[in-house]
């Protein structure tokens, strides 16, 4: 098992310089894991089926957050040299790895939230 403490903020290190400050970059933002989510149900999704699955995202946010996750080696993009054009979200293998993280996250959520009654 990692020592926690020295992997995950050692004294004197700029959070961002962290294992930890690194992955929350990768996921970070408001709509990050909700669409290495869907890709990871899904497998492949066009850049309309992510829009409408998601239902509150810009397209010009939609594309900004793919961009980073492209570059960033957790999605690829394919295109299909066709006429429409035609342009496939997918995971990468590395991707892949955050999937169990996700759902951790996920489900600690679920154990640990607030519920309300009314």
């Given at each position: 098992m990692l020592n926690k403490k020295a992997t995950c903020a050692p004294t004197?290190?700029?959070?961002k310089d962290t294992g930890f400050g690194y992955t929350m970059s990768v996921i970070g933002g408001k709509y990050?894991?909700?669409?290495?989510?869907?890709?990871?149900?899904?497998?492949?999704?066009?850049?309309?089926e992510l829009y409408r699955k998601i239902g509150t995202i810009s397209y010009k946010s939609l594309s900004l957050m793919l961009k980073e996750l492209i570059n960033d080696d957790i999605i690829?993009?394919?295109?299909?040299?066709?006429?429409?054009?035609?342009?496939?979200?997918?995971?990468?293998?590395?991707?892949?790895?955050?999937?169990?993280?996700?759902?951790?996250?996920?489900?600690?959520?679920?154990?640990?939230?607030?519920?309300?009654?009314?």
């Open positions: 004197n290190t700029s959070p990050k894991m909700t669409i290495l989510h869907l890709l990871a149900e899904n497998k492949v999704l066009r850049h309309n690829v993009r394919t295109e299909f040299s066709q006429v429409p054009p035609r342009v496939e979200y997918s995971l990468t293998k590395r991707g892949e790895t955050l999937i169990p993280i996700l759902y951790a996250i996920c489900d600690w959520g679920e154990k640990n939230r607030k519920t309300t009654t009314i």
